[in-house]
């Protein structure tokens, strides 16, 4: 009886710790979507409260003034074009090294992993040198260049932790009936893979898309500002209304709430099988 009181009161103390931990991270966007949801003038009077009726006036504002539509293609045109390169790449370099087993795969995997824990800022110059020599800055092509190759150690480790966890037997009976290499990959493995990759789709394109020094250093000065750069400089100008930088704010991380509800139940199983593996 005395262990089972135990047990619920850990249970209780558990469940009230996660709910306000839930709290204090849904505390910031409650802010964000009710300030940018209702006027200025409405501030003074109830801060905290909702809105009475929704008043989009700062969003269209802020669409129109930071000409945010340019800003989103461009970080949408990076995010898609890098993140498809890192699908590519890793799910081939993944699967070689899951499945080939021997010394040189495994010092491969490990010149990987260690690109996980080296910091990117210590090549940051040399980057930028070598982006500067074959005439890519202001160009969105040096951003395309530099996230696969940032985040492909990350891509590697977790397809390859994934493909571990796969039964071969699908691959086995694939090359029997005549099926080569490319084939099994392709029409066997590819589509297995199908959960990690919705892990791999957040968690990159998360990054790319809020990623704000990159963008500032290689595209500073041409018409190719991605969304964090055109906002950080919306709030410099407009930091007197703050209608403006919430509303501008708000449209700037639609898109990424929408992406990650639609594939959140991949990304949970893609880290399930990742840890089984």
Known sequence: ????????LRAALLETGMLLTGVVFAFPLYLLLTL??????????????????????????????????????????????STVILVVLGALAAYWIARRVGRLSYGVYLFFIAGMILPFQLALIPLYSTMRELGLLGSPAS????????????????YAGFIRSLSRSYEEAASMDGANQWQVFWHVVLPMMRPITGTVVI??????????????????????????????????QESGDMGLVFGGLLVAMTPVLIAFFVLQRHMIKGFA?????
């Open 1 to 8: 009886m005395a262990r089972a009181r135990g047990f619920a």
């Open 36 to 81: 940018a949801l209702k006027p200025q003038s409405s501030w003074a009077s109830d801060p905290l409260g909702l809105p009475t009726q929704l008043f989009f006036g700062n969003v269209t504002a802020a669409w129109t003034q930071a000409h945010l539509a340019s800003a989103m293609l461009t970080s949408a045109l990076v995010v898609v074009a």
């Open 143 to 158: 951003l395309i260049l530099f996230y696969p190759g940032l985040k492909l150690p990350l891509t590697i480790f977790l």
């Open 203 to 236: 968690l990159n394109g998360v990054f790319i898309w809020n990623d704000f020094l990159t963008p500032l250093l290689y595209l500073s000065g041409s018409r190719w500002a991605t969304l964090p750069v055109v906002i950080y400089t919306f709030v410099g």
């Open 273 to 277: 099988g990742g840890l089984k593996g």
